[in-house]
């Protein structure tokens, strides 16, 4: 999708990566990887543990741009992630609010698309109608939450 003065995007947008399990202790990624999460939980009897990052663009930018800043970030540490997908799910979390009725093209990267193979994570896309309350029916929530 181009973002030419003549068409305005209509769309908002987040995306998170997450490295999830039920051994999982996020300080011992945080160590392994040499980045600091925007999420963490330890795992609990009940609970998988989280290590989480979001993308640093706003809700106004384009999907491909927030796939692309957090591909720059993971991309140094792919041998580590890939040692770490043996035994925990890892996952790309794409939320996108667009307006009821709209139809919104995406393109995804060919690079996720190898990246995301190469550490055996899922893509998962949340596309969902704004509200007409101007309201979120969720994906800020699910950027707190996270997959899952």
Request: charged share 25%.
């Amino acid at each position: 999708m181009s973002d030419t003065p003549e068409s305005k995007q209509n769309y908002t947008a987040w995306l998170l990566f997450a490295i999830s399990g039920p051994e999982l202790n996020p300080e011992l990624i945080t160590q392994m990887l040499g980045i600091d999460p925007d999420r963490k939980l330890q795992a609990l009897a009940d609970r998988d543990g989280v290590w989480q990052i979001n993308s640093t663009l706003g809700a106004d930018q384009k999907i491909e741009d927030h796939l692309r800043e957090i591909l720059h970030r993971l991309l140094p540490v792919r041998r580590k992630l890939r040692e770490l997908a043996r035994d925990l799910k890892l996952e790309f979390y794409c939320a996108v609010e667009k307006e009821p009725g709209a139809h919104v093209l995406f393109v995804m990267p060919s690079r996720l698309m190898l990246f995301a193979g190469y550490l055996d994570a899922s893509v998962i896309w949340d596309v969902s109608d704004r509200r007409g309350d101007g309201q979120s029916p969720g994906i800020a929530g699910a950027i707190q939450s996270g997959p899952g």
